[in-house]
C-alpha cells in the first residue's frame, strides 16, 4: 500500500461529504445565486495557482525538464474536458434549464448525473497522481483546488437535479453517490500508479484539465455574472484563491518541504555527474562524495543540478555503482525508511521517497578498499525509478577533499 494511501483518501471523502453539505445549506437558505459568482472567481484563482505554482513546477522537476510527455499531458488534459464536457452536456454553476411537466424526471439531470460521476473520477484521479509525484505539498494544494472548484460544481449540479424532478431527498442521495466517486479514482491511481507511470502523465494532464475548467468554464460565468462595480469581490476572489495557492507553497516550504526544492539541503560540493533516463535524454545529476576516513560512500540524487529538485524513489530502491577498471559493483541504499538522515544531519524521507543513498547500508560490509585517500576509479550508475530505468555517465570517483573540496566537485563526468 502506497505510503500516500490513507491521506489521498481522507482528501477526497472530505471534499466528497463537504462539497454536497455546503451545497444543501446554500441552497436551503436560498443564497446560492449570491454567493456563486464569488465562489466561482475563488475557485478559478485556486485552479489557475495550483497548475503554475504546484502541478507544473513538479512534473517539470519529476521528469528533469519541461519534456514533450508534459506538453501532451497538458494537451491531452485540454482537449480531453473539452471533449468529455461535450459528449455529456455537463450542467455547471447554475446554467439556465428548461421547465418541465410536474413529476416528470427531465432526462438532462440522468446526464448530469453521469458527466457528474465521470468528473469526481478524474478528480480523484488527479489529487492522488498530485500526492503520489509531488508529495504533500502539492497533494494539500490540488485537493484545495478542487475543493473549491467542486463547490460551486456541486451548487449547480444539486440544483440541476431539483429542477430536473428529482426530491431533495433523493438529489442529496444522487449528489452523494456521484460524489463519491471521486474515491474510486484515487483507489485506481493508487494501485496503478508507480507500477505503470500513470501518476506521473496525470499531472500535466491535471494541468491542462484545470486550465480548462478555470478558462473555458468559470472565467466566462465570471464575465456574464459581474458588471461594473461588481467585478470587485471578484477580483479580490480571484486573488484569494490565488493568494491560497501561494501560502500553501510558502507553509510547505517553511515547515520541511523546502529542502525538496533544493535536494535536501542544497549542494554539499561532491562529484556531479549526470544521469539520463532510457531515451538517452539526461534526466538530473548525482552528487557523490567517497568519505575515506570512515570508508563510506554517499549519493544525492537531484533532477537538476547540485542544488535542484530532489530525484526521489522509493526508500526499497538501490543505486547499483559500477568500478569498470576493479571489476566491481556494489550497491546504495537507504540507512533506514523513517527518516533516511544524511551526513548533514536532515532527514531525507518524502512520503517513502528519497534521493539519499549510502554504502555500506549495514554492519559486516567490506570497506577496508575504501579507505585509502589516493583512491580512484573509473564509474557509473544505475538504478530504476517507478520501472525506469536511469543511467549514469562514467566519471572519476577520487576521496572527498574537506579542504579543497570545491576544486574537484566539478569536471570528472565524462559524457
Not at 245 to 267: I, K, L, P, S, Y
Not at 276 to 286: I, S, V
Request: proline share 3%; charged share 15%.
Amino acid at each position: 500500500m502506497p505510503p500516500e494511501t490513507i491521506p489521498v483518501l481522507l482528501a477526497v471523502t472530505a471534499i466528497s461529504l463537504i462539497s454536497v453539505l455546503g451545497a444543501v445549506l446554500l441552497l436551503g437558505r436560498g443564497s446560492v445565486s449570491r454567493y456563486l459568482p464569488v465562489l466561482v472567481a475563488l475557485a478559478a484563482g485556486a485552479l489557475l495557482g495550483d497548475t503554475f505554482l504546484h502541478l507544473l513546477p513538479h512534473a517539470v522537476a519529476d521528469q528533469g525538464g519541461f519534456t514533450l510527455t508534459i506538453s501532451y499531458g497538458v494537451l491531452a488534459g485540454l482537449i480531453g474536458f473539452f471533449i468529455i464536457e461535450g459528449l455529456l452536456h455537463w450542467h455547471h454553476h447554475g446554467e439556465d434549464l428548461h421547465d418541465h411537466a410536474p413529476g416528470e424526471i427531465h432526462s438532462f439531470g440522468w446526464m448530469n448525473l453521469i458527466g457528474d460521476a465521470l468528473h469526481n473520477f478524474i478528480d480523484g484521479m488527479l489529487i492522488a497522481s498530485a500526492w503520489m509525484v509531488g508529495g504533500s505539498e502539492a497533494g494539500i494544494a490540488t485537493t484545495i483546488a478542487v475543493a473549491l472548484h467542486e463547490g460551486p460544481q456541486e451548487f449547480g449540479d444539486f440544483a440541476v437535479l431539483l429542477h430536473a424532478g428529482f426530491s431533495v431527498k433523493k438529489a442529496v442521495a444522487l449528489n452523494l453517490l456521484t460524489a463519491l466517486s471521486a474515491v474510486l479514482g484515487a483507489i485506481v491511481v493508487l494501485a496503478m500508479g508507480d507500477d505503470h507511470g500513470l501518476a506521473q502523465f496525470l499531472v500535466p494532464v491535471a494541468a491542462g484539465g484545470f486550465l480548462y475548467i478555470a478558462c473555458a468554464d468559470l472565467v466566462p460565468e465570471i464575465r456574464k455574472r459581474a458588471r461594473g462595480w461588481a467585478l470587485l469581490p471578484i477580483i479580490l476572489a480571484l486573488a484569494v484563491g490565488l493568494g491560497l495557492m501561494v501560502a500553501v507553497h510558502e507553509f510547505a516550504h517553511n515547515h520541511g518541504h523546502g529542502d525538496q526544492e533544493h535536494g535536501a539541503h542544497g549542494q554539499r560540493e561532491g562529484i556531479l555527474a549526470p544521469f539520463h533516463d532510457a531515451t538517452g535524454a539526461e534526466a538530473g545529476r548525482m552528487e557523490w562524495k567517497l568519505d575515506t576516513d570512515a570508508g563510506q560512500l554517499e549519493v544525492w540524487i537531484s533532477s537538476g543540478g547540485g542544488d535542484g529538485m530532489p530525484f526521489d524513489l522509493p526508500v526499497t530502491e538501490r543505486v547499483t555503482l559500477t568500478f569498470h577498471d576493479l571489476d566491481r559493483s556494489i550497491d546504495l541504499v537507504v540507512r533506514d525508511a523513517v527518516e533516511n538522515v544524511d551526513s548533514d544531519g536532515y532527514a531525507t524521507v518524502r512520503e517513502g521517497r528519497t534521493n539519499y543513498f549510502v554504502f555500506p547500508g549495514g554492519e559486516g560490509a567490506d570497506v577496508a578498499w575504501l579507505e585509502d585517500d589516493a583512491f580512484s576509479s573509473q564509474v557509473s550508475a544505475t538504478f530504476t525509478r517507478d520501472g525506469m530505468l536511469y543511467t549514469g555517465a562514467v566519471f572519476k570517483l577520487v576521496a572527498y577533499d574537506h579542504v579543497g573540496a570545491h576544486d574537484h566537485s566539478h569536471g570528472h563526468s565524462h559524457k
